[in-house]
């Protein structure tokens, strides 16, 4: 987080010596500063816009990976199990919790998607294992990829509910 922050002031603080380096501004001049201001705040803001969410799910399906049609392929669909990932503020980490059991997750790094929007978690359990997280907000949808011996698996789990918790 603190680096995308560092990143934005960085970029705006380019932007602003390199367009506005004379102290004789002109009217077009004054309009774009103030419009690039409003710009750097919108981005700072954005920073914390994704700072925690929660998210409950509904639908769990596992796949497993078929090599020979080169997909992955449903092997299991359970709509009575219900979860909850809670991400932590600063997005080190995040809890899921499920009917049976709560794991806690680190999140080693994670970034957007700027073709599919989609956020991208590379994750490790509390068990050790290392995981993927693919966490599509406008398909709500999580999938999570991994591997187990030789095999690969995606499991997906459908979002029901998303939300930011106040405090």
């Known amino acids: 987080m603190k680096f995308l922050f560092y990143a934005n ?7 602003v010596n390199t367009h506005f380096k004379s102290n004789s501004l002109t009217i077009y001049q004054f ?5 690039f201001c409003f710009l750097f705040i919108f981005l ?6 994704f700072a925690q969410i929660n998210a409950f799910t509904i639908l ?12 992955y392929v ?6 009575k199990v219900v ?13 899921h919790t499920t009917p049976t059991i709560t794991s806690e997750y680190v999140i080693n790094d994670f970034e957007k998607d700027q073709r599919t929007g989609a956020y991208e978690l590379k994750i490790k ?13 406008a398909q709500k949808i999580i999938k999570i990829f991994g591997t187990s011996g030789a095999k690969k698996f995606m499991i997906t789990h ?6 930011i918790p106040e405090y």
Request: hydrophobic share 35%; charged share 30%; no cysteine.
């Open 158 to 163: 459908k979002v029901y509910r998303a939300w």
């Open 60 to 71: 769990r399906s596992d796949y497993v990976w078929d090599s020979g049609r080169d997909q």
């Open 44 to 49: 700072v803001a954005s920073q914390f816009a």
């Open 9 to 15: 002031f960085y970029i705006f603080e380019t932007i």
């Open 125 to 137: 359990s509390d068990a050790g294992n290392y995981y993927t997280m693919e966490y599509d907000v």
């Open 74 to 79: 449903l092997s299991s669909e359970d709509d």
């Open 31 to 35: 309009d774009m500063r103030k419009n």
């Open 83 to 95: 979860t909850l990932f809670e991400f932590k503020k600063d997005m080190s980490g995040f809890t």
